[in-house]
Structures are given as structure tokens and as C-alpha cells.
């Protein structure tokens, strides 16, 4: 069973940095697609950056420069350094996965059928 744990969260100033990791039980598949996600307060959950058991990556605009997602296979974990933070990146982060490829559409939720619980990341000014 592929189970995904978050944690690294927490409140950060405006600027800031915070790297998140994502502990995986099980890979969904010799060949999978793993990403990031967050949900703000009264907004839909959106795709942040993915990457593939190939190491190819796909950022959100909102994100690019500033966010870098990575994976250890040795660790089993997945990161997500967050640079230059700012206070509309609050939100609940999740990790997802998938097997196979990471489609066309990687941000839409719908694609991923294992996820994560969250962790907390709050930005202040």
C-alpha cells in the first residue's frame, strides 16, 4: 500500500524559506509521478511542481524560480525547498503520487489516487 506522510510545515516570515519532505511507503510503480499540491482557505487544491521516476519536473507559473521539488529513492522521501516565500503561499501542502507518467494536465488533482494528510505552511508579512 502506498502510503504518503508530509512534514515540515510551519510558520515562516515573509521571504523566508521552508522544506518540506514527503516519507512514501511504497512506490506506486517502477514508473510514477509525484507532486506537490496546496489548498488555500476557500480555494481549490492546485498542482505546485511534480516529477517523475525519470526526474523530469513540471513547476506551477506562480512557483517557477522560487520552488524546487526533489526526490531521494534511497530515502524514499520527496522534497519541496520554498524560497523567497510569500504570504500567498499559505496553505495546506499535500504530497501526491501516481503510477505511470505524469499527464498534460499534472495539476489537476483528479489524476492522483494517493495522497498525503498535509502540513501547514503559513506565511506572514
Known amino acids: 500500500q502506498v502510503r504518503l506522510v508530509e512534514s515540515g510545515g510551519g510558520p515562516v516570515q515573509s521571504g523566508g524559506s521552508l522544506r518540506l519532505s514527503c516519507a512514501v511507503s511504497?512506490?506506486?510503480?517502477?514508473?510514477?509521478?509525484m507532486g506537490w499540491f496546496r489548498q488555500a482557505p476557500g480555494k481549490e487544491r492546485e498542482g505546485v511542481a511534480v516529477i517523475d521516476n525519470g526526474e523530469l519536473t513540471s513547476y506551477a507559473d506562480s512557483v517557477k524560480g522560487r520552488f524546487l521539488i526533489s526526490q531521494n529513492r534511497t530515502k524514499n522521501t520527496l522534497y519541496l525547498q520554498m524560497s523567497s516565500l510569500k504570504p500567498e503561499d499559505t496553505a495546506m501542502y499535500y504530497c501526491?503520487?501516481?503510477?505511470?507518467?505524469?499527464?498534460?494536465?499534472?495539476?489537476?488533482?483528479?489524476?492522483?489516487?494517493?495522497w498525503g494528510q498535509g502540513t501547514q505552511v503559513t506565511v506572514s508579512s
Open positions: 511504497r512506490y506506486p510503480d517502477n514508473f510514477y509521478c
Open positions: 501526491a503520487a501516481k503510477s505511470l507518467y505524469c499527464p498534460g494536465n499534472w495539476w489537476a488533482p483528479s489524476n492522483y489516487n494517493h
